[in-house]
């Protein structure tokens, strides 16, 4: 006799997400970009349907190595005996790539994969539970399953959701507290500025940090940037200058210029006296084991970056990435309106610093909004809304700067002031320009916007030395009665 059949018994199919993961892959087909949006809290055990999850950990391996992620890269890669109905593996992925309708929605498609397989693990444990509740084993008591299953739980909310992992205040803390304990005994835990005045503005560089570097075109940032990284390198920090303006080439005699002493215009002309080409022999002997190293790239994504980034970081160690600059990066998600854009490459710059534990400086091209405000009867002095994307950039940003020479800017303005007529005694707008820019020669003012840890605000003098194309400390160089830069 067949035993007592009861409706409880019977247990609901399962949800799943596969139109989610179907969507998901097939944007990843059509735009490998979109890999990024979603890889750092979506892994393959999340997919419910296992050709799914390994289709995901095959794109995902092609795009991180720089390789086309198309059906017709990735078919060497799928089973070939395997149908999904009545169509093979192969056939299957081009019909996903073929159906793909937008990309944008790749973040909200792994979220809700994420979350279904959370149901599915919830469903799990409720299973289990039920199961230890009725059979409780000799070794177990009501308090030990509740507190298993709390364990669990906890590890279901936080394991693939970036949003959902907390920790307690009491148990960070004393984490903090060691780790700050042991970085400040240990001189490799920061990273020092190449003037002292920028230190004491900034603080030292700290790994997973995202610095922006703002200044006008002709302003020094690759300037500032190259001498920074031959400093850092000069003291065993492995350093790395992301070139996407100049060429490597072009770089690389920058920062001999700026080492030796010697005019770079001398050095591209190689017009060199004795004297000259013997100092510049000895930069180049003295830096052959130097830790620092010169990228260029063409036409550059923020993918491309996270590649050479994530390839130099496991190959060479790196401390330190200066980016040159985030106006030249192609913009990810090219449908989607610039701010958002823009926001996504500063953020994806961000999260890149902090998985890797590299301190990244992102160089920021000023725009010409200066110029209406000193028309208008403002002062030049870069303020944040100057920057390529706007004050919004700030809330990516660990420290943020402005690199100000107010020197090429007098130098732009004053052909174009239009003729005046003054008073006998009185001085004409271009009179007092031409007069700045004689006091201003030679002088530059790191302007500190942001600051993590610190107050923002503070504004030192340093100097540039134009001939060699580098910066130093003020020191005795100030005027006695220096009172600021508040006219400039």
């Not at 086309?68 to 109905?85: C, N, R």
């Not at 990228?295 to 496991?314: N, P, Q, W």
Request: charged content about 25%; proline content about 5%; glycine content about 8%.
């Amino acid at each position: 006799m067949n035993a007592p059949f009861h409706h409880r018994d019977i247990r609901p199919a399962l949800p799943d997400a596969i139109e989610a993961e179907q969507a998901l892959l097939g944007a990843l087909l059509v735009n490998a970009d979109a890999y990024w949006r979603v890889a750092g809290f979506l892994k393959p055990q999340h997919f419910s349907d296992k050709l799914h999850g390994k289709l995901y950990e095959t794109l995902g391996t092609l795009i991180a190595e720089g390789r086309a992620a198309t059906p017709i890269t990735v078919k060497p890669y799928l089973p070939a005996d395997q149908l999904v109905g009545e169509l093979t593996v192969f056939e299957y992925v081009v019909r996903l790539a073929s159906e793909a309708v937008t990309v944008s929605g790749a973040y909200d498609y792994a979220r809700g994969i994420v979350e279904m397989w959370a149901r599915h693990q919830l469903m799990g444990v409720a299973q289990d539970l039920d199961a230890l509740a009725r059979t409780m084993p000799i070794d177990m008591t009501p308090e030990k399953i509740i507190a298993s299953v709390a364990d669990r739980l906890t590890q279901i909310a936080q394991e693939g959701n970036e949003r959902a992992a907390s920790t307690k205040y009491g148990v960070v803390l004393p984490k903090a507290v060691d780790k700050a304990a042991q970085d400040s005994g240990n001189a490799a835990a920061r990273l020092p500025w190449f003037l002292p005045e920028i230190g004491e503005a900034l603080g030292d560089i700290r790994r997973g940090n995202l610095i922006g570097l703002m200044s006008d075109s002709g302003g020094g940032k690759t300037s500032f940037s190259l001498q920074q990284c031959r400093f850092a390198a000069g003291r065993g920090f492995k350093s790395a200058f992301f070139s996407i303006e100049v060429t490597d080439e072009e770089a690389a005699l920058q920062a001999a210029a700026q080492a030796s002493r010697i005019s770079l215009g001398r050095i591209d002309n190689f017009t060199l006296n004795t004297k000259e080409k013997s100092e510049l022999e000895a930069e180049m002997t003295s830096s052959s084991d130097l830790p620092f190293y010169i990228v260029g790239f063409g036409e550059c994504t923020l993918s491309d970056i996270r590649i050479k980034a994530e390839a130099m970081v496991k190959s060479h160690g790196l401390d330190l990435i200066i980016i040159d600059h985030a106006k030249m990066i192609t913009l990810p998600n090219p449908k989607d309106m610039f701010a958002e854009r823009i926001n996504a490459l500063y953020r994806g710059l961000k999260a890149l610093a902090k998985s890797l534990n590299v301190a990244i400086v992102i160089l920021i091209q000023r725009n010409d909004d200066w110029k209406q405000r000193w028309r208008a009867g403002s002062s030049l002095r870069p303020v944040m809304g100057d920057a390529y994307g706007g004050g919004a950039i700030k809330q990516s940003l660990d420290v943020w700067f402005s690199l100000y020479r107010p020197e090429p800017l007098y130098s732009e303005l004053i052909p174009t002031m239009p003729p005046e007529r003054a008073k006998e005694g009185e001085k004409t707008r271009r009179d007092v320009m031409v007069e700045k820019l004689a006091q201003c020669r030679g002088r530059a003012w790191v302007i500190n916007h942001k600051r993590r840890r610190g107050e923002p605000g503070r504004s030192p003098e340093i100097m540039f030395d134009g001939e060699f194309t580098m910066f130093k400390s003020a020191g005795e160089e100030l005027p006695p009665a220096f009172e600021g830069f508040e006219g400039f």
